[in-house]
T-cell receptor, first 109, second 109 residues
Framework: NAGVTQTPKFQVLKTGQSMTLQCAQD?????MYWYRQDPGMGLRLIYY???????DKGEVPNGYNVSRLNKREFSLRLESAAPSQTSVYFC????????FGPGTRLTVT | GEDVEQSLFLSVREGDSSVINCTYT??????LYWYKQEPGAGLQLLTY?????DMKQDQRLTVLLNKKDKHLSLRIADTQTGDSAIYFC?????????FGAGTTVTVRA
């Protein structure tokens, strides 16, 4: 069991570039989540998918889109990256308690 | 809305007990969680407590819940250097978690 995996681990983008962060889980969980972590602010929910086929906005969805590709995979897309999106991004999955991936460290210059 | 607060820093001597405190606002939370984050890593679920419980013990970890005061604490007995990390409390609301900003625990020899 790999748990929750995320790719890439690190990424540097220029302002205006786009990219997709990938997340997959092998625990047969129904729900999946994307968070961002910024210093002193804990984790803030960007989007979540309560079950396959549904997605909903979290606390900070602006500038992001998501796709729940199937039960295993949930991707996060930045269409036009901005320096304010420099952060560490975590994916999580759950049936009750949430399990987290190792994170993607994104820098936007 | 949900609001979870924690003190930001705790310094403890190796071998002593650590107590990390958390307050939350959502009285309808069904589960409350403690996560641990080591440098450069994702969040690791440490323990959780159901809202109708007062206490839960798991090896060196003791969780106390005062539902009337909306106060949650995590006690780590016999604190070791490997316990140095950031500790997050989180409350659940439906599918979503709301996190505190995290308490950085430093264990000194």
């Amino acid at each position: 069991n790999a748990g929750v995996t995320q790719t890439p681990k690190f990424q540097v983008l220029k302002t205006g570039q786009s990219m997709t962060l990938q997340c997959a889980q092998d625990m047969n969980h129904n729900s999946m989540y994307w968070y961002r972590q910024d210093p002193g602010m804990g984790l803030r929910l960007i989007y979540y998918s309560a079950s396959e086929g549904t997605t909903d906005k979290g606390e900070v969805p602006n500038g992001y889109n998501v796709s729940r590709l199937n039960k295993r995979e949930f991707s996060l897309r930045l269409e036009s990256a901005a320096p304010s999106q420099t952060s560490v991004y975590f994916c999580a999955s759950s049936n009750r308690e949430q399990y987290f991936g190792p994170g993607t460290r994104l820098t936007v210059t | 809305g949900e609001d979870v607060e924690q003190s930001l820093f705790l310094s403890v001597r190796e071998g002593d007990s650590s107590v990390i405190n958390c307050t939350y606002t959502d009285s309808s939370s069904t589960y409350l969680y403690w996560y641990k984050q080591e440098p450069g890593a994702g969040l690791q679920l440490l323990t959780y407590i159901f809202s109708n419980m007062d206490m839960k013990q798991d090896q060196r970890l003791t969780v106390l819940l005062n539902k009337k005061d909306k106060h949650l604490s995590l006690r780590i007995a016999d604190t070791q250097t490997g316990d140095s990390a950031i500790y997050f409390c989180a409350e659940s609301n439906d599918y979503k978690l709301s996190f505190g900003a995290g308490t950085t625990v430093t264990v000194r020899a």
